[in-house]
C-alpha cells in the first residue's frame, strides 16, 4: 500500500535544505504523463497568495483522524495530507527522499536506520519537532505507545525491534530482520503523519482534535458536510521564490459518495476541485477540458487495482474450483466496454504496469463460458451446492452497475450472486469482520512491493481475503529482505503468477484517479524539498501546498 519502486537499492536518503520549486506547465493531458507536464500552471504564471478551494471527496471518513488508529481511504488520505506531514515522501520515480526527515541512513544489512529531522518546524499548537515525539508516533503505529491503540499498523510495523532517541533531533529505528523497505513504510500511502504530542495523549479526542505539522490546520468538521481547513502560517516550506507555502488561505472538503452528484456539485460551481476514478465522469471532464473550460489532471501511474475480493476462509471460495468458476464467468472485456467505456486498462494482477512484480500474462485465466461451467459443476461436486454468494459493494452508481453485469454473467453457469451495498467505512469494517463472501474492492496503490506484505501474509488482520498460502508467505519473506532490485522483481513476478493461478481474487481494472479544478492550479505542488519532482499516481492523494487560485 505504500509506493517505492527504488525503495530496494542499497542506498541511503539523504536530502539537502534546498526550498520546493513550483512545479509548472499546462493542466490536462493523458493518464501517463509525468508531474510537470499535467500539474496545473503556466510556465509564466507565478502563484499569487491567497483564495480558497472547495474540494470534493468521494467519500466521507466518519472514523476520524487519529492516524494512528484511523482507517483511511482515498478521501481520508487526501485531507490527512493538507492537515499531517509524514517523516518521507515519494519521488517521481517511487523512490524515497525526505519530509520531517532531513536523512533516513541505514546500516550495512538493513537492520538500523537513523532519522535525522530537520530543524525549527513546530505543530498547529506551536509545540516543536523533535525525536521525542517522533518516536513516540513511531511507537503509537506500531503498538508500544500506551495512550493509543491501533487496529491495523501495529502489524505493518510489526519487524521494528525498537525505537530510541539518540539526541533531540535523531531517532534510531532498529529492525529485527533486514528491511530495505522501512523508508517506504514510514510514508504508509500518505497514512503515517505525525502528530503532535497533545494529540497523541488525547484519550477522549484525539480522532477530531488534529494537531500536526501540516500546511493546513483544521478550523471546524462537520461529520458529512464539510472538513474546513486554513492555512498554517508557520508552515515550514517555502517555494523558489521564497513565497511562504501554501498558497491558498483555506481549504474546504466535502464528501460526494455518490458520483454523479459530485460532478454536478463541480459542473454548478458549488465545489471548484475534484477528484474521481469513474469513466463516465473522465469523458465529461476530458470535454470540459478541451474546450477550455477547467484543468484536469489523469494519472494511471502507481494505481490502484480494482477487483472481486473472495474470502478465502468460508465457503464457496474455499474451494479452488469455485473460485476459478467465478473467475472466468466474468467477462471483464464486456465490464470495461460496457461500464468503463473502454476509458480504462483491464488488470493482469495486484502490480500494474511498470511496477516491480509486473507481468503481462500472470496466468490469471480468461473469460470462457465452457470452462466456467465445468469449474461450477466441479464446484457443486466438491461443496453439495450450487455456487451462490453474496457480493458487498459501495452504493456509488458506477459499483452498482458492475456487480449488477457480474450478477448477470454469473447467471449464465447457474451462479446465483446476491447484492447488497453499504457505505465505504461500513466496507472496510465488513472487511475486517470476515463475515462475508465477496467484496468489490480497490487496493494496492504500486510502486513498492513489499508494501503489499501485510495485504498477504498469513495472519494478518489486514489479508481481508483470509487466504493461507505458504508459498506466498515464503515469498513475502524473501521480497522483503532483498536488496537486489532485479532478484526482488523475479520474487514479486512469482508472486504474481501465484494469485494467478489460486484466484484468491477476481481483478477488474487498474484505477486511474483524476482531480479536475475550476480556477485553481497546482494539484501536484512544489517539487520535493530535495528538488525530485513529485510522485506523479493519485491514489495515494496529492499535496495541497501548492494549491493556487489562478489570476
Given at each position: 500500500?505504500?509506493?517505492?519502486?527504488?525503495?530496494?537499492?542499497?542506498?541511503?536518503?539523504?536530502?539537502?535544505?534546498?526550498?520546493?520549486?513550483?512545479?509548472?506547465?499546462?493542466?490536462?493531458?493523458?493518464g501517463?504523463?509525468?508531474?510537470?507536464?499535467?500539474?496545473?500552471?503556466?510556465e509564466?504564471?507565478?502563484?499569487?497568495?491567497?483564495?480558497?478551494?472547495v474540494?470534493g471527496?468521494?467519500?466521507?471518513?466518519?472514523?476520524?483522524?487519529?492516524?494512528?488508529?484511523?482507517q483511511?481511504?482515498?478521501?481520508?488520505?487526501?485531507?490527512?495530507?493538507?492537515?499531517?506531514?509524514?517523516?518521507?515522501?515519494?519521488d517521481?520515480?517511487?523512490?524515497?527522499?525526505?519530509?520531517?526527515?532531513?536523512?533516513?541512513?541505514?546500516n550495512?544489512d538493513?537492520?538500523?536506520?537513523?532519522?535525522?529531522?530537520?530543524?525549527?518546524?513546530?505543530?498547529?499548537?506551536?509545540?516543536?519537532?523533535?525525536?521525542?515525539?517522533?518516536?513516540?508516533?513511531?511507537?503509537?503505529?506500531?503498538?508500544?505507545?500506551?495512550?493509543?491503540?491501533?487496529?491495523?499498523?501495529?502489524?505493518?510495523?510489526?519487524?521494528?525491534?525498537?525505537?530510541?532517541?539518540?539526541?533531540?533531533?535523531?531517532?534510531?529505528?532498529?529492525?529485527?530482520?533486514?528491511?530495505?523497505?522501512?523508508?517506504?513504510?514510514?510514508?504508509?500511502?500518505?497514512?503515517?503523519?505525525?502528530?503532535?504530542?497533545?494529540?497523541?495523549?488525547?484519550?477522549?479526542?484525539?480522532?477530531?482534535k488534529?494537531?500536526?505539522?501540516?500546511?493546513?490546520?483544521?478550523?471546524?468538521?462537520?461529520?458529512?458536510?464539510?472538513?474546513?481547513a486554513?492555512?498554517?502560517?508557520?508552515?515550514?516550506?517555502?517555494?523558489?521564490?521564497?513565497t511562504?507555502?501554501?498558497?491558498?488561505?483555506?481549504?474546504?472538503?466535502?464528501?460526494?459518495?455518490?458520483?454523479?452528484?459530485?460532478?454536478?456539485?463541480?459542473?454548478?460551481?458549488?465545489?471548484?476541485?475534484?477528484?474521481t476514478?469513474?469513466?463516465?465522469?473522465?469523458?465529461?471532464?476530458?470535454?470540459?477540458?478541451?474546450?477550455?473550460?477547467?484543468?484536469?489532471?489523469?494519472?494511471?501511474q502507481?494505481?490502484?487495482?480494482?477487483?472481486?475480493?473472495?474470502?478465502?476462509?468460508?465457503?464457496?471460495?474455499?474451494?479452488?474450483?469455485?473460485r476459478?468458476?467465478?473467475?472466468?464467468?466474468?467477462?471483464?472485456?464486456?465490464?470495461?466496454?460496457?461500464?468503463?467505456?473502454?476509458?480504462?486498462?483491464?488488470?493482469?494482477?495486484?502490480f500494474?504496469k511498470?511496477?516491480?512484480?509486473?507481468l503481462?500474462?500472470?496466468?490469471?485465466?480468461?473469460?470462457?463460458?465452457?470452462k466456467?461451467?465445468?469449474?461450477?459443476?466441479?464446484?457443486?461436486?466438491?461443496?453439495?451446492?450450487?455456487?451462490?454468494?453474496?457480493?458487498?459493494?459501495?452504493?456509488?452508481?458506477?459499483?452498482?452497475?458492475?456487480?449488477?453485469?457480474?450478477?448477470?454473467?454469473?447467471?449464465?453457469?447457474?451462479?446465483?450472486?446476491?447484492?447488497?451495498q453499504?457505505?465505504?467505512?461500513?466496507?472496510?469494517?465488513?472487511?475486517?469482520?470476515?463475515?462475508?463472501?465477496?467484496?468489490?474492492?480497490?487496493?494496492?496503490?504500486g510502486?513498492?512491493?513489499?508494501?503489499?506484505?501485510?495485504?498477504?501474509?498469513?495472519?494478518?488482520?489486514?489479508n481481508?481475503?483470509?487466504?493461507?498460502?505458504?508459498?506466498?508467505?515464503r515469498?513475502?519473506?524473501?521480497?522483503?529482505?532483498?536488496?537486489?532490485?532485479?532478484?526482488?522483481a523475479?520474487?514479486?513476478?512469482?508472486?504474481?503468477?501465484?494469485?494467478g493461478?489460486?484466484?484468491?481474487?477476481?481483478?477488474?481494472?487498474?484505477?486511474?484517479?483524476?482531480?479536475?479544478?475550476?480556477?485553481?492550479?497546482?494539484?501536484?505542488?512544489?517539487?520535493?524539498?530535495?528538488?525530485?519532482?513529485?510522485?506523479?499516481?493519485?491514489?495515494?492523494?496529492?499535496?495541497v501546498?501548492?494549491?493556487?487560485?489562478?489570476?
Amino acid at each position: 500500500m505504500t509506493p517505492d519502486s527504488g525503495m530496494i537499492r542499497k542506498v541511503a536518503i539523504v536530502m539537502i535544505a534546498a526550498v520546493a520549486v513550483l512545479a509548472t506547465a499546462c493542466g490536462g493531458g493523458s493518464g501517463s504523463e509525468d508531474p510537470s507536464a499535467s500539474g496545473g500552471g503556466s510556465e509564466t504564471e507565478v502563484p499569487t497568495p491567497g483564495g480558497e478551494a472547495v474540494y470534493g471527496l468521494e467519500a466521507e471518513t466518519s472514523g476520524g483522524y487519529c492516524l494512528a488508529e484511523a482507517q483511511l481511504a482515498a478521501s481520508g488520505i487526501q485531507v490527512a495530507r493538507s492537515v499531517y506531514d509524514t517523516l518521507t515522501i515519494p519521488d517521481n520515480q517511487g523512490n524515497f527522499t525526505g519530509s520531517l526527515a532531513e536523512s533516513v541512513t541505514p546500516n550495512a544489512d538493513y537492520t538500523q536506520w537513523t532519522v535525522k529531522l530537520r530543524p525549527g518546524i513546530t505543530f498547529h499548537d506551536g509545540s516543536p519537532l523533535d525525536a521525542q515525539v517522533v518516536k513516540n508516533n513511531i511507537d503509537a503505529y506500531r503498538g508500544t505507545y500506551p495512550a493509543r491503540s491501533p487496529l491495523l499498523f501495529r502489524f505493518v510495523f510489526e519487524p521494528i525491534a525498537d525505537v530510541s532517541v539518540a539526541d533531540p533531533s535523531t531517532v534510531v529505528i532498529t529492525t529485527k530482520t533486514p528491511w530495505p523497505g522501512l523508508p517506504a513504510a514510514l510514508f504508509q500511502s500518505g497514512r503515517m503523519g505525525i502528530m503532535g504530542q497533545a494529540q497523541l495523549d488525547d484519550t477522549e479526542t484525539c480522532d477530531t482534535k488534529l494537531i500536526g505539522t501540516g500546511p493546513f490546520q483544521l478550523q471546524d468538521w462537520k461529520v458529512n458536510d464539510s472538513f474546513v481547513a486554513v492555512k498554517n502560517p508557520n508552515y515550514w516550506q517555502k517555494d523558489a521564490a521564497g513565497t511562504q507555502l501554501p498558497y491558498l488561505d483555506k481549504i474546504t472538503f466535502k464528501p460526494y459518495p455518490d458520483g454523479i452528484a459530485r460532478l454536478n456539485a463541480f459542473n454548478s460551481g458549488e465545489i471548484n476541485v475534484m477528484h474521481t476514478s469513474g469513466a463516465e465522469d473522465l469523458l465529461d471532464l476530458r470535454d470540459q477540458r478541451d474546450s477550455g473550460e477547467i484543468e484536469l489532471v489523469e494519472s494511471d501511474q502507481f494505481a490502484e487495482v480494482s477487483y472481486g475480493m473472495l474470502n478465502a476462509s468460508k465457503p464457496p471460495f474455499n474451494n479452488r474450483n469455485c473460485r476459478l468458476a467465478a473467475a472466468t464467468a466474468v467477462d471483464r472485456n464486456e465490464i470495461n466496454k460496457i461500464i468503463n467505456l473502454d476509458v480504462l486498462t483491464m488488470a493482469s494482477g495486484p502490480f500494474g504496469k511498470g511496477d516491480v512484480g509486473y507481468l503481462e500474462n500472470s496466468g490469471y485465466p480468461e473469460f470462457d463460458l465452457e470452462k466456467a461451467k465445468e469449474y461450477a459443476a466441479l464446484c457443486q461436486q466438491e461443496t453439495g451446492a450450487p455456487l451462490e454468494f453474496t457480493l458487498v459493494s459501495t452504493p456509488d452508481p458506477g459499483v452498482v452497475k458492475t456487480v449488477q453485469l457480474i450478477q448477470q454473467q454469473a447467471e449464465k453457469i447457474g451462479a446465483k450472486v446476491n447484492l447488497k451495498q453499504v457505505e465505504q467505512a461500513a466496507l472496510i469494517n465488513t472487511a475486517l469482520g470476515g463475515d462475508w463472501q465477496a467484496l468489490s474492492w480497490r487496493n494496492h496503490p504500486g510502486g513498492n512491493p513489499d508494501g503489499q506484505y501485510n495485504w498477504w501474509k498469513s495472519g494478518s488482520p489486514v489479508n481481508f481475503g483470509k487466504f493461507s498460502d505458504p508459498e506466498i508467505d515464503r515469498l513475502l519473506d524473501a521480497g522483503r529482505a532483498e536488496p537486489d532490485q532485479a532478484k526482488a522483481a523475479a520474487i514479486y513476478e512469482e508472486i504474481n503468477r501465484r494469485f494467478g493461478s489460486e484466484v484468491y481474487n477476481i481483478w477488474l481494472n487498474w484505477t486511474q484517479w483524476n482531480v479536475a479544478s475550476k480556477g485553481i492550479s497546482g494539484v501536484y505542488g512544489p517539487n520535493n524539498p530535495d528538488g525530485s519532482e513529485p510522485f506523479p499516481g493519485l491514489a495515494t492523494g496529492h499535496p495541497v501546498l501548492g494549491l493556487y487560485k489562478k489570476n
